[in-house]
């Protein structure tokens, strides 16, 4: 079973709308939560990192949101543009030896037409 | 500022060939990852490196082989390729293992073994 579950699994939206995406977490314990987003054909890329203390965290249109008690975030996206296309990825850092592990959720892939 | 970069991006082998996946830096960063990702499932960790001459396990290292002669280099081989070796391979690369420390990722290869 995955740690990290994303939810839905893909989306379609006409740009201007809003969006929410998912992402359910088992990992205990754990360091931080981040999202990224990855644009077909690169790597990820950093959107926010967000600590268990913090319970929301914005970037431009982008806001996550963190309930450690439920073991739950979403990424609010605002006002979506075709460029926000892509796949995003729930990602939650754990301390594993000597280094801290990142638990990579599948995505959620994003298709905003105009 | 070329940031980090893989080659080659693209690569088709055949079942049994040894290839060699090339990954280079240029922040001077001390760690430095080898993941896959596979359709439906999120990052899997191969290796990491926390500097030259220093490498270790990740989660599906079976079939890899790393070395780190250099800070900036962190080659990924597959000394037998096979089938189930078909996925799209990122490099990444950190200042530190601390959880608040980013992970800046390369563009990818995509390997088809055949």
């Known amino acids: 079973k995955n740690q990290v579950e994303q939810s839905p699994q893909s989306l379609i939206i006409l740009e201007g709308k809003n969006c929410t995406l998912q992402c359910n977490y088992t990992v205990s314990p754990f360091s931080n939560l981040r999202w990224y987003k990855q644009d077909t054909g690169r790597g990820p890329v950093s959107l926010t990192i967000m600590t268990f203390s913090e319970n929301t965290k914005s970037n431009g249109r982008y806001t996550a949101t963190l309930d450690a008690d439920t073991k739950q975030s979403s990424l609010h996206i605002t006002a979506s543009q075709l460029s926000d296309s892509a796949s995003y990825i729930c990602v939650v850092s754990a301390p594993r030896g000597g280094y801290n592990k990142l638990i990579f959720g599948a995505g959620t892939r994003l298709a905003v037409h105009p | 500022d070329a940031g980090i970069t893989q080659s080659p991006r693209y690569k088709i082998t055949e079942t049994g060939r040894q290839v060699t996946l090339m990954c280079h830096q240029t922040?001077?960063?001390?760690?430095m990852f080898w993941y896959r990702q596979d359709l439906g499932h999120g990052l899997r960790l191969i290796y990491y490196s926390a500097a030259a001459d220093i490498t270790d396990k990740g989660e599906v290292p079976d079939g890899y082989v790393v070395s780190r002669s250099k800070t900036e280099n962190f080659p990924l081989t597959l000394e037998s390729a096979t089938r189930s070796q078909t996925s799209v391979y990122f490099c990444?690369?950190?200042?530190?293992?601390?959880?608040?420390?980013?992970?800046?990722f390369g563009p990818g290869t995509r390997l088809t073994v055949t």
């Open positions: 990444a690369s950190s200042e530190s293992s601390s959880s608040s420390y980013e992970q800046y």
């Open positions: 922040w001077s960063h001390s760690y």
